[in-house]
């Protein structure tokens, strides 16, 4: 809807000056978490007999309001009349009303409680839609079948459908986001079977190519322990500096993604850095292990005669 502030000059049509409008019960906030910046929420004590209240967020303080003291500022709440404004009590922060995507939008909200059928906004916030947000530590079955029992009690005629968790309704506004995460995984998960192969591959190799020289070290009177170790010891030291190159481009190549993400998250994940590293680490330790241990076995003759 249009903003039209009291003692403001008019804005003119425009996106830019328009705002979310809503009706909102008392309790609406709390139920949904949404923090409170300035002022207070609504109360039980705004009636229908009382002026008209509204509450704002951030986005709208800063479009309409910048650089002034948003509370008691009244904004146009019916054309003509005693009940001509609504006066802001409340400054609460932005929350994402479509998509965890989307840039927040100006937001008003009206208290549903002081909306009246004569109100100019009634036939648009009154009656026409209704969203009823529920906290329960119940499970969701159990509200959804009680809520219908409530709704059926206090109005036999009126209907309740699309009943979602809150889990649910952001789960579906990132389908596209979901599905292609999906797909990254997967080609995640085949690159990093690939580099595991390749990993095994390269220290099997390296360690067969020492076959002549391990046998020399066990006709010298080496132990097949300090075979073992030596092996071991040398994929340790190639395994430690991939593990430090590979920890420097995740976190730099972590930090590039971040600037990519619209949802605030992070793009280096510890956990998931820490659980490939050591992933990879022992898939090195086993592909140098296990020449290495039939390298010790074999008779000294035998890998000394080994081109």
């Known amino acids: 809807m249009d903003v039209e502030l009291a003692n403001h000059p008019k804005p003119e049509r425009s996106a830019q000056a328009y705002a979310q409008a809503r009706a909102t019960s008392v309790d609406y906030f709390k139920t949904m978490g949404i923090r409170l910046l300035r002022g207070r929420f609504f109360t039980t004590t705004d009636s229908a007999t009382t002026a008209p209240t509204a509450i704002v967020n951030r986005t709208f303080t800063r479009r309409f309001l910048p650089n002034e ?45 002081q909306l009246l059928p004569q109100d100019d906004l009634y036939p648009i916030l009154g009656a026409f839609h209704m969203n009823v947000s529920i906290r329960s530590p119940l499970a969701s079955d159990t509200i959804d079948r009680e809520l219908r029992r409530v709704m059926h009690d206090l109005q036999p005629d009126a209907a309740l459908s699309n009943f979602q968790t809150m889990q649910e309704v952001v789960d579906n506004s990132l ?133």
């Not at 820490?274 to 330790?285: D, E, F, P, R």
């Open 175 to 307: 389908g596209n986001q979901v599905l292609a995460a999906r797909l990254l995984s997967l080609f995640a998960l085949t690159g990093l079977m690939i580099a595991v192969a390749r990993i095994y591959g390269l220290l099997a190799y390296s360690v067969s190519q020492r076959t002549r020289e391990l046998g020399v070290r066990l006709a010298l009177g080496a132990q097949r322990e300090a075979i073992l170790w030596l092996v071991l010891s040398h994929a340790l030291v190639l395994l430690g500096i991939g593990g430090i190159l590979g920890a420097i481009v995740s976190v730099a190549s972590g930090k590039l993604l971040t600037s990519f993400l619209v949802y605030k998250l992070n793009g280096f994940d510890a956990f998931v850095a820490v659980s490939v590293a050591i992933l990879l680490a022992l898939s090195g330790l086993i592909a140098s292990y296990l020449p290495a241990r039939r390298a010790a076995r074999i008779d000294p003759v035998v890998a000394l005669r080994t081109e």
């Open 69 to 113: 003291n948003p509370l008691g500022q009244q904004v146009r709440y019916n054309d003509t009349g005693e009940r001509q404004w609504s006066t802001i009590v409340g400054v609460i922060d932005d929350s994402p009303q479509k998509t965890l995507d989307q840039p927040p939008l100006p937001e008003i909200h009206y208290n549903f409680a």
